[in-house]
C-alpha cells in the first residue's frame, strides 16, 4: 500500500550538498508494522518526510495505495523525532492532543473520551492541562504519542518516539504502540535506533546504510504474532534475529566509512 | 512595583523639564517648565471644551486604529501564507509604503473634506503598515516541524491559521498593534493639526497659532500620556495572549 | 472630482448652509465678527466656520465643494489660478496698514545682531513660514528696496511659531512674523528692520476669501450675498478694533495682555487690484510663476 | 537563470497592471489634483532627472542613511538594555511611550532649541521615528532568547560581549531585522517630513512645495518618485538581509519544499 | 566533591504546581562516574539543573569542592536533553563547539585541533561547516556531545546524551565518554534511561524514584575499571547488576503509581 520507488533525495543549500538517500525502493503492504533502522544520519527521517508527502524526493516516488504522494495524505499521522517542537507551546496538553481530532470534526464527546484515553494510555492522565514547556522530555514526547494514538490513523510514521523514554516506560509504550496497531488494522513505518526494539514490533525490519543510504537488507520477522516482553525477548529467534540485525548493522556502518 | 518605578521614570523626566528652564539652560518662553505646563493643563482639564476635543481624538484614533489592526492581520496573514501572493504584491507593497500620508492629505480632502473620515483615512493608511510588516515576519516566523505537524494532523488552511500561525506571529502583532497605536495616535493629531477636523490636534493648531506656548506643550502631554495608556492596555493584552511565550513565562525567568 | 455635491441646494426660506475654511489667525477676525453680527444671517447664510493650520487643506477642500468658501493668501491664489486651478476671489482678506514700521507683520531682527537694513541680509539666511509665496516675495521686494540684492538672501521654510525661538537662539539671522508672534519677538528685545507688506506694494491685499468657478456658475446668488456679507463684515472690522481684539480673544488663545497690544490688518471692504498686480510682478520675477498671471480671470 | 527570470515576473506584473489602469483609468481625467499619468510621467525627467537629482535627492537620502543609521544603533542598543533588565525597563517604558506619542509638528520646536535648523535636526525628526520599530522589535528579541540556549551560555561561561553578540544579538536579530525593515519605510515618511521644517532643499522640501504651488503633476512624480525609492532601497535590504541572517531563513525554509 | 543535600524542588506556575524533587541527598566523590536512573518525568533534568546552578532549588544546597552552587560554576559542562536547542542555529556546527574555548580563552591553534578532534571523535569530522539545522537528531546531539569534551570541563554533566543515536553510534560514544572521563580525570553525572547503558559506564548507579524523587537505590559497580562492549556485557556480574536496576526501577515506579 505505501510503495517507495527508486527514492533519492540530495539536501543542496547553504555550502552544503549532501546526498542523503541514495536509491531506495521498498513496499508496505496494508495493515503491516514495518520497523526501519540505520545508522544516525542515513536519512531515515528523509525518508518518513518524503512518505508523509512533507518533502519533494529529488527523483522517484512514492505512492500510497496507488496514488504518488504530493503532499500529506489523509488518514496519515507522524510522531516527529523533534517532539518538543510538534508540540504547540500555546496549547495545553489535552488541546494539543484534541486539535487534530477537532480539524477532522469528530464529536466532541467522542474527542474528550479518545484524548483521555491516548493520554491515559501514555501514563499522562494527570497532564491534561500542563503546557508542553512544563514537561519533562519523555513526558514531551509521550503526549507528542498520544496525539497520533487518538487520531487513529490508517498510516502512522514514527520516528524514534521512544528515544526521550526510560525502559519501563518504554517497555509500556512498545506494547501500546503494537496494541493499538491490532486493534486499528493501520499500517506502521517505525524509525528506531533500538534493534532490539525494532526485532520486537515489527514483521519485518528494514537495515539502511550509511547516506546516501539504499536498503542493506529487508529482514521478515517470523516471531509470532502474540508477544510480550519477557517470552519474546526470551525466544531463541529473538537472540537470532538481533544477532543478524546487529551485524548487518555493523557491516552497513563500516562499508559506509570505507565508501 | 513596576508602576512605581515608571511613574519615577516619567517624573524624573518632568524634573529634568522643570529645571532645564529654571537654570537657564533653556528660553522658558519656549520650552516652560513642567510646572507651568501642568497649572495650564489642569485649568484645561476644568473644560468641557478640553474634554470633547479628548473625546473626538480618541474617537477617530481607535476606530482608525481598530480599522488599521485588523485590515493588517487579515492582509498580512493572507500574503504571509499564500507565497504566490506574497510575491505578487511585494513589489506593489514596497512601493505604497514609504509613501507619506502628509503627502496625501490634499487628495483625502479632495475625496472627503477636512472631515474626520479624512484624518481617518491618513490614520488607517499610516497604521496599516505598521502592523502589516510585523504581521508578515510574524508569519514567516513559523517552526518548521510545527508547521509539518499541523499539515500531516490534516489541518485545514483556516485550522492552520488559527492553530499555529496566529500564535505563532502573535508576538509580532503585539509588537504591530503597539506602534500602529502610537502612529495612528500622532496621525489623528497630526490630521487634526493640518486638515482641521476636530479633536486636541485642532486645540494644538490654535494654541500653537497664537503663540500660547504651555497651552500646546499642556495638550501634547496629553497626547503623550493617551500613549502610555495605549501601551499599558497591549501590556495588559499581552500577558494574557501570550502567557505561553518564553518571554512571558514565570519559571524560566527564575 | 465632487464637483457641486457639497453645496446644499437652496431650499425657498431655508438659509444656505455654508462651510468656510479658515486659519485661526487673527487676519480672519471679520468673518466672526460678521457672524457674530449677524451678516451672513441677514443674507440666508447660515456659515459654519473650519479651522485648518494652514492653506494645505483649504484649496483642494473648495475645489472639491466640501467647503463653499475658504480663506488664503494673495499669492498662493495667483499660483493657483496660474496653475489652473478653477478658483475666484470674492472678497477681500485682509490687507496691511500701509504704514511703515506700524504693520501686522515685520521683517526683525536680534536686538543684538548687526543687521540694520533688509540689505545687510545678502548672504543671511531669513525664516519664512512658507517658501515661494507671499512672505519671501515681500522680503525680496524689502531687500530690493533698501538697494540689496534679493538673490543673495538665503530663505528658510519655518512655520510662525517656531520662528521667534529659532531666532533668539541664533539659527537664522532674520525672521518674518504676523501677529501675535510679531510681539513675541518684540518682547524678547527684537527689533522690526522692514515692514516688507508694505514694502510689496501700498495697501497690499495681503489675503483673500475665494471659491471654486464651479460654485460661482451653480449658485452665483450665494457668491454674491457672501460677497456682500464680507464687505459689511469687513468694513465693521475696520471701524471698530475693540470689539476685533475681543473676537480674537474668542477664537484663538492668544495671551489677553498680547491682544492689546496687537497691531491689527486693515479691512478694507475691497481688493486693492493695484496691489494684487504689483503682487504677481514680484511673484513672477521671483519664478514662482511660471506665466504671467491673469490677475482680472482671480479677481471679481 | 529561470529563477530570476520568475522572480523579475513575479516583481513586475501586478505593478504593470495597475500602472496600466491607472493610466487608461486617468487618461481622460480633468480633475486637478487627478491628472492623468501621463502628464505625470512627462514631467518626471524634467523634474527630477535635472539638477534635482543632486540638490534635492541626494542631501535628503544622505540624512536617510545617517538617521536610519543612527537609529539603528540606538535601538537596538537602547533594546538590549531594557530587553535584558527588567529595572530598567520599568522605569523607562511609560517614558519611552511618552516620547513616542508626541506628533513630529510638535516635537520639532523643541528639536530646534537643541539642535538648531540645520542637518541635524532633521536627521533628529528621522531618527525619532525610526527609533521605535527598532527599540520595540529588539526589546521582544531579547526577551524571548531561547532559555536552553541562555543556559548554554550560562554554562559554557560565555560572557560579556561574546554571550551579547553570539547569544542575545543573533538570536534577537530576526526581531531586529524585522524592526529595521519597518523603519526604513517610516525613514523615507519622516525624511519627507523632516524637510516640511526649516528647509530650502530636499526630496521631501519639493514634494511639499509642488503640493503647496499646485503643481500637481509633478507633486504625483515626487511621490511616485519616495514610491521607487522604497522599492530600490527593500532590494538593497533584501540583500542585506539574505546574508545577515542566511542561518535563520534556512532553519525556518529549510526543508520545506513542499 | 559534588554534594547534594536535601535538595527539593518544586515548580509552580500557572496552575500547575509539581513536586519534582522530594528529598534528595548524595554525594558524588571528585573524578568518579555516577549514572542516574529513574522513571520519566521523575526529576533528572531538575537535579542536573540545580548542580549546574542553573535552577534554584525551592530548599537544600549542592555544593561543589566545598562551595555551595548559585550560578554554573567554572569547569563544568553540560549536555542538554533538549540537545537541538542548546546549538546555536546561527553558527556552523565547528564554531558551536569553538564558542566556549574562544570564552574561556584559549588559543586559537589549541582551539582548532580541539575542535577538529572533538568532532572526529564523535564522527562528524565532515559536519564542521554544516548549520545545526542541516543536521540529523543524531547528529545534532553528537555536536551537542563534541563541545562539552572539546570543552575538557573538570565536571560533565549529561542529559540523555545518546537518546538520539544509533546503537551502534551509541556504543563508539559510551568508549568515547569513558575514554575521555579517564583520560582528564573529570567528574562525571550521567543522566540515562538505558539501564544497560548505566550498568557499563558507571561506578555507581543512583536510582530515583517517581516524582517527587528520593534516592531508590544508590548501586556500586564492582565491574572491572577496564571495560569493553563485548566482554563487560558477557560478564554474568553485568547481568546480575542489570537485573538489579531493572528490579528497583520496577519497584520504584510501581510504587510511585500507588502513592
Ligand atoms: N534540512 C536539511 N538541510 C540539509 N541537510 C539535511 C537537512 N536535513 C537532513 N540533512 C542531511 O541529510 C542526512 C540525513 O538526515 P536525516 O535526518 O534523514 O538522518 P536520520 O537517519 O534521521 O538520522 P538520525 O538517526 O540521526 O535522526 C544528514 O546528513 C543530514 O545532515
Ligand atoms: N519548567 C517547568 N515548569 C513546570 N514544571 C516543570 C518544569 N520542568 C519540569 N517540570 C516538571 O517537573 C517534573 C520533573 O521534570 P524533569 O524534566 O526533571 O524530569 P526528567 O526526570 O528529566 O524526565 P525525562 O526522563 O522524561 O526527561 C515533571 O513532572 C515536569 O512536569
Ligand atoms: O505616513 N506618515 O506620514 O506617517
Ligand atoms: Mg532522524
Ligand atoms: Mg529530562
Known sequence: MLAVEELHKVYDGRGRRVEAIGDLTFEVEAGSFVCVVGPSGCGKTTLLRCCAGLLAPTSGTVTLSGAPVTGPPEGLAVVFQEYGRSLFPWLRVADNVDLPLRAAGVAKATRRELVGEALGAVGLADAHRAYPWQLSGGMQQRVAIARAIAYQPRVLLLDEPFAAVDAQTRADLEDLIRDVWRRFGMTLLFVTHDIDEAVYLGQRVIMLTSSPTRVAEDLPIDLPDERDQLTTRGDPRFAELRGRVYAQIQKAKLEGRTT | MRILLGVAGLLGFGALLELAPRVGLVSDRYAPPTSTILVTLAQRTGESRFWLAVADTLRTWLLGLLIAVALGVAVGIALGTVPVVRRATASTVEFLRPIPSVALIPLVVVLYGSTVTSTLVLVVYAAFWQVLVQVMHGVADVDPVARDTARTYGLGRLARVRYLVWPTALPYVVTGVRLAATVALILTITGELVIGSPGLGQEIATARTSGAVPAMYALTVVTGLLGVLANVATRAAERRVLHWHPSLRAEVAA | ACGADGADEPAPGQPDKVTVGVIPILDVAPIYLGIEQGFFDERDIEITLEQAEGGAAIVPAVVSGQYQFGFSNMVSLLIASSEGLPVKVVSNGNNSTGVDGEDFAALMVKADSPIRTAADLEGKTVAANTLQNIVDTSVRQSVRKAGGDPTKVRFTALPFPDQPAALASGQVDAVFVVEPFQQAVLAEGGRAIASSYVDAAPNLTVAAYFTSQQLLADNPDLATRFTEAMAESLSYADSHPDEVRTIIASYTEIAPEVIEKLTLPTFPPEVNRESVATLADLALEDGLLSKAADVDALLP | ?258
Chains 1, 5 share one sequence.
Open chain 4, 1 to 258: 537563470m529561470s529563477g530570476i527570470l520568475a522572480r523579475v515576473g513575479y516583481a513586475l506584473a501586478l505593478p504593470v497592471v495597475l500602472v496600466a489602469v491607472w493610466w487608461f483609468a486617468s487618461a481622460g481625467s480633468t480633475d486637478f489634483y487627478f491628472p492623468p499619468l501621463s502628464r505625470i510621467v512627462a514631467v518626471f525627467p524634467d523634474t527630477w532627472l535635472s539638477s534635482r537629482l543632486a540638490d534635492d535627492v541626494l542631501p535628503s537620502l544622505t540624512r536617510l542613511g545617517i538617521g536610519y543609521g543612527v537609529a539603528l544603533l540606538a535601538g537596538v542598543a537602547l533594546g538590549l538594555a531594557i530587553g535584558s533588565n527588567r529595572v530598567v525597563a520599568a522605569v523607562t517604558e511609560p517614558l519611552l511611550e511618552f516620547l513616542r506619542a508626541i506628533p513630529p509638528p510638535v516635537l520639532v520646536p523643541i528639536l530646534i532649541l537643541v539642535a538648531g535648523i540645520g542637518d541635524t535636526m532633521k536627521v533628529l525628526v528621522i531618527v525619532s521615528g525610526c527609533l521605535w520599530p527598532v527599540l520595540l522589535n529588539t526589546v521582544d528579541g531579547v526577551r524571548a532568547v531561547d532559555p536552553v540556549l541562555a543556559d548554554t551560555c550560562r554554562t559554557y561561561r560565555v560572557r560579556g560581549g561574546r554571550r551579547w553578540w553570539h547569544l542575545v544579538i543573533r538570536s534577537a536579530s530576526p526581531r531586529i531585522v524585522t524592526g529595521a525593515r519597518q523603519a526604513l519605510s517610516v525613514g523615507i515618511i519622516l525624511m519627507v517630513i523632516s524637510e516640511m521644517f526649516a528647509a530650502s532643499s530636499g526630496l521631501g522640501y519639493a514634494v511639499i512645495q509642488f503640493k503647496d504651488g499646485f503643481r500637481i503633476p509633478q507633486m504625483w512624480s515626487g511621490v511616485i518618485l519616495l514610491g521607487l525609492l522604497g522599492v530600490l532601497l527593500s532590494v538593497l535590504f533584501r540583500i542585506v538581509e539574505h546574508r545577515v541572517l542566511g542561518w535563520y531563513h534556512g532553519s525556518r525554509d529549510g526543508p520545506r519544499e513542499r
